[in-house]
């Protein structure tokens, strides 16, 4: 089965860290960009970041709210996706989807998401 | 950034009638050199994650109910659900893939009348 399993969200007061993952299975995690999405509840959609593959030297974009702040990375030898998001503000409140396409197109997988929580 | 714009924000329709969502791009994201348009629309029901249905403006998803279908190119684009279902009930999204940021649109609740 093909499946995305985000991890690591909780509550973390402004300016603190956390590092969430997502587990692929179900595909060759290797021969695809991973990307973070999330979503503030109740509210529309934001693309935070993608990593492309080894190949492509594992570049990465981010949105300009994260640039700086967040992380993107990947071992592919534990099929794992991470986002590293530190100096967190109370802004970055959301759920956190980890996505991707298997055909390098559209996401059409996206994970269960995983909510992080910024207050004092 | 590329801006996508959803009109109307809510629309509700009785079942078996024909839904229309538009969605705009500030810019074309019509790749020319292989004449795809990287336009995607996505449905999400309350407590689940977006679902892929139509990628490449008018290219279904797999597994995906044939009244739903896309059309349009450059910079408008349209989500038509044929025969409104029950189960039809979400927030649409479209989303341009062309460049980074990856943009959403704010969405479009659809409802039963």
């Known amino acids: 089965e093909v499946q995305l399993v985000e991890s690591g969200g909780g509550l973390v007061k402004p300016g603190g860290s956390l590092r969430l993952s997502c587990v692929a299975s179900g595909f060759t995690f290797a021969n695809v960009w991973m990307t973070w999405i999330r979503q503030v509840p109740g509210k529309g959609l934001e693309w935070v970041c993608r990593i492309k593959r080894r190949i492509e030297s594992e570049t990465t974009d981010y949105a300009a709210p994260v640039k700086g702040r967040f992380t993107i990375s990947r071992d592919d030898s534990k099929n794992t996706l991470y986002l590293q998001m530190n100096s967190l503000k109370i802004e970055d409140t959301a759920v956190y989807y980890c996505?991707?396409?298997?055909?390098?197109?559209?996401?059409?997988?996206w994970g269960q998401g995983t909510m992080v929580a910024v207050s004092s | 950034d590329i801006v996508m714009t959803q009109s109307p924000d809510s629309l509700a329709v009785s079942l078996g009638e024909r839904a229309t969502i538009n969605c705009r791009s500030s810019?074309?994201?019509?790749?020319?050199?292989?004449?795809?348009?990287?336009l995607a629309w996505y449905q999400q029901k309350p407590g689940q994650p977006p679902k892929l249905l139509i990628y490449g403006a008018s290219t279904r998803e797999s597994g995906v109910p044939d009244r739903f279908s896309g059309s349009g190119s450059g910079t408008d684009f349209t989500l038509t659900i044929s025969s409104l279902q029950a189960e039809d009930v979400a927030v649409y999204y479209c989303?341009?893939?062309?460049?980074?940021?990856?943009?959403f649109g704010p969405g479009t609740k659809v409802d039963i009348k």
């Open positions: 996505a991707t396409s298997v055909s390098l197109d559209a996401f059409d997988i």
């Open positions: 989303q341009q893939y062309y460049s980074t940021p990856f943009t």
């Open positions: 810019q074309s994201v019509l790749y020319n050199s292989n004449n795809k348009n990287y």
